[in-house]
Every structure is written in structure tokens, then in C-alpha cells.
């Protein structure tokens, strides 16, 4: 009777794992599906934090070029009067300085004066003078008026000033009118760098 019992007891423990197989599934489903939201949330956080970084920056970057750039047009509008000034300095009759006349000196260093306020007062905020004169031409910060043969000076030197140029930060403001050396000796073209190197190997 007892081999019976046992024979008879064995089939329903054996059948006890299937009944509890179907929980066991919808929980590694749920888990599954609670592990994939968890990476799906923490990719749009990272994502998220990303992009505030980026808007950060830019915000930095916008700030910072409205206080170096804000007084652009002003600054410009002034260069005008600039220019008068060293007109007016230009007008003087070189004659009535050297004669002692004290009223063209008194002008001449007021103007020289107020001129050299105003480019400091420009620098200040950010606007210098470009000074050209004896560089060599760059057509990012020169325009080219005319060409002066001459043998003496390499190619494409800034020989004459004709108007001074500005800029303002890293931006042109106004680029310096320039006459520029034509006929002189050419610039030596750098070696190649990898030259040396192709002589190594083949050796």
C-alpha cells in the first residue's frame, strides 16, 4: 500500500513546476520590460542633460558676443569722425608749424589730442588700428587699391596706407586701404615636410 501511495504521490509533484511556470514567465516579462523603460529613460536624461550643456554654452557664447560686438555700429559710425580729425591734421600747412605760429600749434596739438582720445576711448571697448604699413598683404584685413613697382621690397608688401583699418574682437570692422609692392622678389616656397622622412625610408 505504502509503494502505492508513492506511485500515486510521484505524478502530482512532478506536474507542480508546470503550474508555477507561467508566473515565473510574466515576471522575467515584467522585468524585461521594466529594464528596457529604465535604459529608454536614462538614455533621454543623458540625452537631455546633453543638450542643456549645448544650450549653455551657447548662451555663454551669445552673451560674450553681444558685450564684445554690442558697440559695433556706434564704433563704426565714430571711425568717420577719426578720419576728420586726421584731415584736419593733414590740412595744417606743414610751413605754418615750422614758422612757430602759435594759433596752427595750438590747433594742430588740440586736434592730435582729441584724436589720440578718441582711438584710445576705441580701444578701450574693444576697436583697434590696424597697422599695415611694411606687412604683408592680407586680403582678410586689406583691401588693395593700387600696386607700386618696386624691386626693393617683396611681392605683395603693404607700402602705403591710403585709410586706416579697424577691428573689433576677431571681426573686421573696416579693412585698411592699402598700396602694395608689385616686382619685388618673390617669397622662398617652404620645403615639404615630408620630404625627410620618404629620404629616411628609401635609405
Do not use: C, W
Not at 583691401?143 to 579697424?166: H, I, K, L, R, W
Request: charged share 30%; glycine share 6%.
Amino acid at each position: 500500500m505504502t509503494d502505492e501511495a508513492n506511485q500515486n504521490r510521484e505524478p502530482e509533484e512532478a506536474e507542480a513546476p508546470a503550474v508555477e511556470a507561467p508566473e515565473f514567465a510574466a515576471d522575467t516579462e515584467a522585468f524585461l520590460r521594466l529594464a528596457a523603460e529604465n535604459e529608454e529613460l536614462k538614455d533621454r536624461s543623458l540625452r537631455i542633460a546633453a543638450e542643456m550643456e549645448n544650450l549653455r554654452r551657447r548662451t555663454a557664447r551669445d552673451v560674450a558676443d553681444g558685450r564684445t560686438y554690442a558697440v559695433t555700429n556706434f564704433a563704426r559710425d565714430m571711425l568717420a569722425v577719426s578720419d576728420n580729425l586726421r584731415r584736419a591734421l593733414d590740412a595744417i600747412p606743414a610751413d605754418a608749424l615750422e614758422s612757430g605760429d602759435a594759433g596752427f600749434k595750438a590747433l594742430a596739438e588740440g586736434v592730435e589730442m582729441t584724436e589720440r582720445a578718441m582711438l584710445s576711448t576705441l580701444e578701450r571697448h574693444g576697436v583697434k588700428k590696424l597697422e599695415p604699413q611694411g606687412e604683408k598683404f592680407d586680403p582678410n584685413f586689406h583691401q588693395a587699391m593700387f600696386e607700386v613697382p618696386n624691386p626693393d621690397v617683396p611681392n605683395n608688401t603693404v607700402v602705403q596706407v591710403v585709410q586706416s583699418g579697424y577691428v573689433i574682437g576677431d571681426r573686421v570692422l573696416r579693412p585698411a586701404m592699402v598700396g602694395v609692392a608689385k616686382g619685388g622678389p618673390k617669397e622662398m616656397p617652404a620645403e615639404p615636410a615630408a620630404a625627410a622622412p620618404q629620404a629616411d625610408t628609401q635609405a
